[in-house]
């Protein structure tokens, strides 16, 4: 891109009170505004705009308004080249001697989180801006929703937009799939996050270039438009996330199912000889032989393609060769507790039935050159087939509603969730117009219509907008579950669930995974994982298969699901099956029903996420930020190799074959004293926090899994069971969830007087607006006996189907256990691996 940089360097106040202030420039031959706004007492808004250079007209996230109680808490100094505000957590302060400069620091710091580039902050250049900010090389900088790995981004260079990177390279490729303009700066005395509120494409130089006068910095860039900007500072990074969350949203909650194995697979929706849907039960067969639990499965677009030729996507529109009778093979399907997700994709090609109707209505992008539908390349059926067509455009009433009908055409068959997919919108061409009308009617706008002032993810979000409020308002009294494949701020408003696209199959690649969930978390998309054994490339071999579902069973999405591209059939592809090395059924079966057995402490920490903005997937040093370590060292800054899955279990890895020793770092808590850590695999030894550690991990077994001492997780049946709050289950011969568990890790002697306490959280899995209840745990011990209780929410709560609550100690554990509550405790004996398991009779309280 040209860089055409105009630098206005004389302003004067226009305006201001006691939270606000704004600025004007008129030296560079136009008028140029600048302002800064408190927001919340950790919350700041910046904006920076021209006569030509407009705010874009939609922001990815709804502009926050100030409370006047927050106004009159604001201290405020004025003088005639700057402006101080005082808040109850943060000091900031503007400067325009030249060039705004704004400093953002936590308050009784010594030195600012944030504050601009001297003399080349806010600049004008060509049809967008720039915006300089110094830059700390010692700091972490996370976030940006799945940008290649490492997790820390400092010294590296992003685009900012989104593409279908079909088998991209988990360290290199940029961008991907994601449009999410969110930069956090780490460290340990605070953080800041920058983000940017437009959806133009851009690029994050974070401190990536080196300038001999500049010296160090960090730049955004935005191709179009003028900058609207927010600061949030925090003390750790789960302040900022959360009150990020306060102002994007917070993540919405999928329904229960959505957090089992979800299997799929390209091939068997193309299936004509046998039929998709016989290959599709006779993969469901295969799962009940194996004792596979299984909770969705993802329908790729084969259903949808068309009968005749030219046999490619008609998106709403089934085979009906390949599926005779859709509504009776989605019951026989939900018979087996088994939910459905259609693939749908925002495009249509030149043979779709509906294309003439949605041109005529102005529903596709329009070329200004041609004022013509603008048309481009499109994937159109298998492997590199591809034909032209357009994407359809979602400003346009007609369209929004032409697929929202479309979606719930599927609910109305039976299909329960949508899974939007190839959205990224890579449209070839910024000046492609868009309809803006509503009811046949033009939206007035002064605001230019083209698509790289609005951004091409604007249409992502409105994509899942739309999928979102058809499944909504059909079935109103249900959580709608949309998957996405792209995402933006404004996307998890309505989308639910998303994943890393389509990554190739590689031991690094796995390992490479773990640092785009940690930062996919950090950026609020926490339903979040991968395609087990990657989507694209050589089909994994057993040990990497084995130990990249060992690791996904512990992310909050778990999903097998590839189109491998195959010379022997490429419509086709390979597909990845459980089954696939009969060597290691027993161990495949073994790792995903240990993922229904920790379903209840996974989709708690869901329902975390949904209330707190707190991520499932954490970085080593969440709660953690005392510890040196954790800021010093290069392994655990890149955030490929652990990370904590919730607040109890700190999950490792194998990432390379044939090695059966993995290197953890076992983070020091703030605690007066800290009790450290256990290996929760044999031969379940006790671990000094503060400390790297070497622990057996034979592929064949598990990988490295050490909980907290002092905490609990709940657990449940190792098979599939119903969702608490379905009213009327199609399969009658699921089991209830009327079982729980938990699993406690006291330390190995005396607790010397402290008493833990663990909380999870239930509801019915299913219902919009669910109530949600906290469960809390709570135990001491001594060297002969551990005391136990428990304690479930007051007032108006979610009663789960279970009555009574089994202990469950680590093999080797031999204590008594006793109830501190006047409700029995009785003694079970030892499980199948050697736990010895106690019972709360909670039933005869």
């Given at each position: ?25 008129q ?41 006047a109680?927050?106004?009159e ?13 005082e ?17 953002v ?13 001297d ?23 996370v ?37 999410l ?33 500049w ?9 179009y ?39 799929g ?34 329908m ?10 030219p046999k ?9 060769h ?34 003439k ?44 509603d ?17 899974w ?85 199959t ?26 087990i ?12 298969l ?12 778990f ?130 926090s ?10 064949t ?77 709570r ?31 680590l ?35």
């Amino acid at each position: 891109m040209p860089q055409l940089e105009t630098i206005p360097l004389a302003y004067s106040k226009a305006e201001s009170d006691g939270c606000s202030v704004k600025l004007e420039s008129q030296d560079t031959g136009t008028r140029v505004n600048f302002s800064f706004e408190c927001i919340r007492p950790n919350i700041f808004r910046t904006t920076f705009t021209s006569e030509t250079h407009p705010i874009p007209p939609h922001p990815s996230i709804v502009r926050p308004s100030r409370d006047a109680s927050f106004s009159e808490t604001v201290k405020s100094e004025e003088s005639s080249k700057s402006q101080t505000f005082e808040t109850a957590e943060a000091f900031a302060t503007v400067e325009w001697s030249k060039a705004p400069i704004v400093s953002v620091s936590l308050k009784g710091a010594s030195v600012p989180l944030h504050r601009d580039l001297d003399d080349r902050s806010y600049v004008l250049d060509g049809n967008g801006v720039a915006r300089y900010s110094q830059h700390d090389r010692a700091a972490l900088h996370v976030g940006m929703g799945e940008k290649a790995a490492p997790m820390d981004l400092t010294g590296r260079q992003f685009i900012i937009s989104a593409t279908d990177c079909f088998g991209y390279n988990v360290h290199k490729t940029d961008p991907t799939y994601k449009h999410l303009p969110l930069l956090v700066k780490a460290t340990p005395e605070g953080c800041v996050a920058i983000f940017s509120a437009s959806y133009s494409r851009g690029s994050w130089s974070v401190g990536a270039e080196i300038d001999g006068l500049w010296g160090h910095f960090k730049t955004y860039r935005q191709d179009y438009g003028g900058l609207e900007e927010y600061l949030i500072v925090g003390k750790t990074l789960k302040d900022v996330v959360r009150s990020y969350a306060e102002i994007a949203g917070f993540p919405l909650l999928a329904p229960k199912w959505a957090f089992g194995y979800i299997s799929g697979g390209y091939r068997y929706t193309m299936g004509d000889t046998p039929q998709a849907y016989i290959q599709l039960n006779e993969f469901a067969d295969k799962l009940a032989e194996h004792d596979i639990p299984c909770s969705a499965h993802q329908m790729s677009s084969g259903y949808s393609i068309a009968e005749q030729e030219p046999k490619v996507r008609n998106v709403f529109n089934w085979n009906y060769h390949r599926f005779p009778d859709p509504e009776a093979w989605i019951k026989s399907y939900h018979e087996r507790g088994i939910r459905l997700l259609a693939n749908i994709k925002p495009f249509i090609l030149y043979s779709h039935p509906d294309y003439k109707r949605l041109k005529e209505a102005k529903g596709l992008f329009i070329d200004p050159r041609t004022k013509d539908v603008a048309t481009m390349k499109l994937w159109s059926a298998g492997g590199g087939e591809s034909g032209l067509g357009s994407h359809v455009d979602f400003t346009n009433s007609e369209t929004f509603d032409w697929w929202y009908k479309g979606v719930q055409l599927l609910k109305s068959q039976g299909i329960d969730g949508m899974w939007n997919d190839n959205n990224e919108y890579t449209l070839p061409n910024d000046l492609w117009q868009m309809t803006l009308s509503k009811d046949g009617k033009q939206v007035q706008t002064e605001a230019p219509n083209m698509v790289g002032l609005w951004g091409r993810n604007l249409h992502t979000e409105l994509m899942g907008k739309a999928s979102h409020d058809a499944l909504l308002d059909i079935a109103p009294h249900e959580r709608p579950f949309v998957l996405t494949r792209s995402a933006t701020s404004g996307s998890g408003r309505y989308c639910a669930s998303s994943w890393s696209g389509d990554n190739v199959t590689s031991w690094a690649g796995m390992k490479g995974a773990n640092a785009q969930s940690l930062n996919a978390g950090i950026s609020l998309i926490h339903c979040y994982g991968h395609d087990i054994g990657g989507f694209e490339g050589p089909q994994p071999s057993p040990e990497l298969l084995l130990r990249w579902i060992q690791l996904g069973i512990h992310s909050p999405r778990f999903a097998i699901n590839c189109f491998k591209t195959s010379p022997r059939d490429n419509q086709l592809g390979e597909v990845i099956e459980p089954w696939m090395y009969p060597q290691i059924i027993p161990h495949i079966r073994k790792a995903i029903k240990r993922r229904y057995e920790i379903l209840p402490y996974i989709y708690s920490l869901a329902l975390e996420s949904h209330m707190f903005a707190t991520p499932p997937q954490r970085w080593t040093g969440w709660d953690h930020e005392m510890d040196p370590e954790v800021w010093s060292n290069k392994l655990v800054k890149e955030g490929e190799e652990q990370y904590w899955f919730g607040s109890s279990l700190l999950v490792g890895g194998v990432y390379e074959p044939g090695v059966s020793v993995a290197k953890m770092y076992l983070p020091r808590s703030a605690a007066e004293f800290d009790y450290g850590y256990v290996n929760t695999h044999a031969p379940h030894q006790y671990l000094a926090s503060g400390q790297w550690v070497d622990i057996e991990s034979v592929w064949t077994d598990s990988i490295p899994i050490v909980a907290r001492v002092g905490t609990a997780v709940p657990v449940g049946r190792d098979v599939l069971t119903l969702v608490p709050g379905e009213k009327d289950p199609a399969c009658k011969s699921v089991p209830a969830d009327d079982w729980r568990g938990v699993e406690i890790f006291p330390p190995k002697a005396s607790s010397h007087g402290t008493t833990f306490e663990s909380t999870w959280y239930e509801d019915d899995g299913i219902s919009n607006s669910p109530t949600i209840s906290p469960f809390t745990v709570r135990y001491s011990c001594t060297e002969e006996k551990i005391t136990f209780g428990f304690k479930n929410a007051e007032g108006e709560r979610f009663v789960p189907p279970w009555k009574d609550l089994d202990v469950i100690l680590l093999p080797g554990d031999e204590r008594h256990l006793v109830s501190d509550m006047a409700v029995p405790m009785e003694e079970l004996g030892k499980d199948k691996d050697g736990r010895a398991r106690w019972r709360l009779l909670l039933s005869k309280a």
